[in-house]
């Protein structure tokens, strides 16, 4: 493989997947599920500069690992809180995973492979809008390829053994169990590619004890901080229950993430199709390292998915490389000449043209509630004191928790007035004669943003 520094292919795909992901993820606002989930954590770690343990609302969060809320609070620290701080972690190794992809497929094949394997992944609508939200799936998947890819390049320089194992542990703390698939892909192929032996390379086994050390380590401070309760509730329900049933309605059959990949990838949908039945071809008829490998990727992956009885589409994302990959074998083979740099203008065309009809870049999943947000912080800086009253989700607690004072229903909490400065509350539709009957009929509606409603005290 050429070096990168030399490798003007390399360049141009680094500049426009970066151009491609980082446009407008600071614009719109995050979604409840699971953007806000995940940042409000990351929020509250930059703000009370506790790093050894996550927390959601003061309460202790172990649903998720801390690899992305780390980065996130950091983003947090050095360039505030807002949309595009809150989306950079993914963004960057989605950018990082294409780069990845185009490493992989050149090194299994060739330089054209790489090409086309990372402009396919990039232009994926499914993995693009995930690599655009403060989410950990994409993250993940960066990990798990650059697990996969080390262990492949160990076959010949066992070195790489140990870093795959290490990536693991990356791996495992940017999604928790689902890093496991890395490790079974890794299984299934050295059985059948008869590398058994990497398996067993001491390297390896020390660099996957490294990452399992750290991965204890983690759940030991955990539990000094939050209690055994609170494990046994991430293993018991998070993992177990989750495998095993179906929570919260998200239910689904055997061809559901059949049917996610191909309605969420359209128009490039009937090539990963074709193009993975054409390696799963190659990899059975001639025990190719490279199809044997990707062959193992898809359907390791796919199986462990459809079993786990909770389903979420975005669970499969990590199978986006490896079909990718597929692409770009597949378009080599049968694509040559004139027409292999016609089929890339295409790709390019269409990906352009996603711009401005996809989906994929609208990224507005919370208007009202941000344009609440800005109008309250303009209040709070002003040294006017604002009350969330009513109950709340995700969303509120993100944009609202550190300029407003939270008043559930239940509580028959005490409100502060500021000398002569009029009181504010910042509610839903459902609640306003709620607040009038317990503080007061003096409190009148001053703004409406969408189900949002602002209302002031008469002075």
């Given amino acids: 493989m050429n070096s990168i520094s030399k490798d003007k292919l390399f360049w141009f795909l680094l500049v426009f997947a970066t151009v491609y992901i980082l446009f407008n993820i600071g614009s719109g606002s995050l979604t409840t599920w699971d953007e806000c989930a995940y940042m409000i954590p990351a929020k509250e770690m930059a703000q009370n500069n506790v790093w050894h343990t996550l927390t959601l609302g003061g309460e202790p969060f172990l649903e998720k690992p801390p690899l992305c809320m780390w980065s996130t609070a950091l983003f947090y620290k050095f360039f505030g809180i807002n949309e595009f701080t809150s989306r950079a972690t993914s963004a960057i190794f989605g950018i990082l995973t294409v780069m990845l992809v185009y490493i992989f497929g050149t090194y299994v094949s060739n330089r054209k492979t790489g090409l086309v394997s990372a402009l396919v992944l990039l232009a994926l609508p499914h993995y693009l809008h995930f690599a655009k939200m403060a989410m950990l799936d994409v993250t993940l998947t960066f990990f798990i390829v650059l697990m996969i890819y080390l262990f492949l390049r160990g076959e010949d320089n066992a070195k790489y053994l140990f870093y795959s194992g290490l990536a693991f542990g990356l791996a495992y703390f940017a999604k928790g169990f689902a890093s496991c698939l890395g490790i079974f892909v890794i299984f299934a192929y050295a059985i059948l590619a008869k590398k058994i032996r990497c398996i067993f390379n ?6 996957v004890s490294v990452s399992l050390f750290f991965i204890l380590f983690w759940y030991f401070i955990q539990y000094r901080v939050a209690g055994i309760e609170q494990i046994d509730k991430y293993f018991g329900f998070h993992i177990f229950t989750r495998a095993t049933q179906a929570i919260e309605g998200h239910v689904g059959g055997i061809n559901f993430y059949q049917k996610a990949i191909f309605n969420k990838n359209k128009p490039w949908s009937v090539l990963l199709f074709i193009s993975a039945a054409y390696v799963l071809f190659r990899a059975i008829r001639y025990r190719e390292k490279g199809p044997l490998l990707l062959s193992c990727w898809i359907v390791t992956s796919y199986v462990l998915f459809s079993l786990v009885k909770t389903k979420l589409h975005w669970y499969i994302i990590p199978i986006y490389p490896a079909l990718a990959l597929t692409a770009g074998i597949a378009v080599v083979k049968f694509v040559k000449g004139k027409l292999f740099y016609t089929t890339i203008a295409v790709f390019l065309i269409i990906m352009c043209l996603q711009i401005p009809f996809s989906k994929v870049f609208k990224l507005d999943f919370s208007p009202n509630v941000k344009a609440a947000s ?22 509120d607690l993100f944009y609202f928790n550190d300029i407003t004072v939270f008043l559930p229903r239940k509580d028959k909490a005490f409100i502060v007035q500021k000398s002569d400065k009029p009181i504010y509350f910042i509610t839903r539709q459902e609640s306003i004669q709620d607040i009038q009957k317990r503080y007061g009929q003096d409190f009148v509606v001053t703004e409406k943003f ?5 209302l002031k005290n008469n002075e």
Avoid: P
């Fill in 374 to 395: 800005i109008r309250v912080r303009e209040l709070h800086d002003n040294g006017l004191r604002v009350y969330f009253y009513g109950g709340y989700d995700n969303k």
């Fill in 202 to 207: 001491r390297r390896f086994i020390i660099g």
């Fill in 450 to 454: 969408g189900d949002l409603i602002l």
